[in-house]
């Protein structure tokens, strides 16, 4: 599944290839030919990410909508959520001919993109919309993430800090290579109860996620390992290994220390973690 860095980079190309145009929104696979059909020909106003959640902002030709939010009336909304296997494809406007899968497709002045295998993209009225984020935690990329609110949700956790920060309520976009690579920088086990993290470790951990994500978006990947490490100067980073460009996860030996990764089963997903360099 997609992490966070890779919905708000979507939200960015997107705004630049189609934001404030009028667009043709067709669902070739017929799945959302109804909402397709409500917003064919209108204004795509913006695309606002919070953590894996895309929301498509649309209104009529000539309207000027109050606010971006489908809290306008005037404002229709379609949610995207990638899931595991949602994809979208970019290609010259207008397109190629689509394939029965493409759940939706955004045609612009310039460019075109299909979704496919979303778990969701449907139009959703703004009460829906709210009951989604409230399930959420801050999204640590938006400018309004308030990590008060994630702390206060860490503390009361009986789970473990690796299955705290995979739960979308606690912090929104966080997915398991940020998980594994953000507790290694800090030298937090997996394993640690959540409640046991202290407030300095969690303020530490926070600001390093959010740079984390932030880098991603700028990179259109996940590279986690700082530049002094690379040793690569000189090298684009978008020619960096992704072997090279993480500390544990997927790892055999730990990128700094050399000690063998431990991997197992933590709630249905592989957690990673270096046993000398993450201690406890």
């Known amino acids: 599944m997609p992490e966070g860095h890779t919905i708000h980079r979507l939200a960015r190309d997107h705004t630049r290839d189609f934001?404030?145009?009028?667009?043709?929104?067709?669902?070739?696979?017929g799945r959302m030919a109804d909402g397709a059909a409500i917003v064919d020909g209108q204004i795509l106003r913006a695309i606002d990410p919070y953590g894996k959640h895309l929301f498509y902002r649309f209104a009529p030709i000539g309207s000027r909508p109050r606010r971006a939010s489908g809290a306008d009336p005037r404002v229709t909304t379609i949610h995207v959520h990638l899931g595991l296997f949602g994809k979208f494809k970019?290609?010259?406007?207008?397109?190629?001919?689509?394939?029965?899968?493409?759940?939706?497709?955004?045609?612009?002045?310039k460019w075109a993109v299909d979704l496919t295998g979303p778990t969701d993209c449907r139009i959703i009225e703004p009460d829906e919309e709210a009951l989604i984020r409230a399930r959420l935690g801050p999204d640590p990329i938006r400018d309004d993430a308030d990590p008060e609110l994630a702390w206060?949700?860490?503390v009361k956790r009986k789970s473990t800090i690796?299955?705290?920060?995979?739960?979308?309520?606690?912090?929104?976009?966080?997915?398991?290579?940020?998980?594994?690579?953000?507790?290694?920088?800090?030298?937090?086990?997996?394993?640690?109860?959540?409640?046991?993290v202290n407030r300095w470790e969690f303020d530490a951990l926070w600001s390093t996620i959010v740079r984390m994500l932030r880098q991603?978006?700028?990179?259109?990947?996940?590279i986690t390992v700082g530049d002094d490490e690379l040793g690569m100067e000189g090298i684009p980073r978008r020619r960096i290994r992704s072997k090279e460009a993480v500390y544990v996860y997927?790892?055999?030996?730990?990128?700094?220390?050399?000690?063998?990764?431990?991997?197992?089963?933590?709630?249905?997903?592989?957690?990673?973690?270096?046993?000398?360099?993450q201690p406890g």
């Open 162 to 196: 690796g299955e705290a920060l995979m739960d979308q309520r606690v912090i929104a976009g966080v997915g398991n290579v940020y998980r594994a690579e953000s507790l290694f920088v800090h030298g937090i086990h997996p394993n640690r109860a959540a409640n046991a």
């Open 216 to 222: 991603g978006v700028e990179d259109a990947r996940i």
């Open 90 to 109: 970019r290609t010259a406007a207008p397109g190629d001919t689509p394939r029965d899968s493409v759940r939706m497709r955004i045609v612009g002045d």
């Open 19 to 29: 934001a404030k145009q009028r667009v043709t929104v067709t669902s070739p696979q």
């Open 250 to 277: 997927k790892k055999d030996l730990c990128r700094r220390c050399g000690t063998p990764i431990q991997r197992w089963d933590l709630s249905g997903r592989w957690a990673y973690a270096c046993p000398t360099c």
């Open 152 to 154: 206060a949700r860490i």
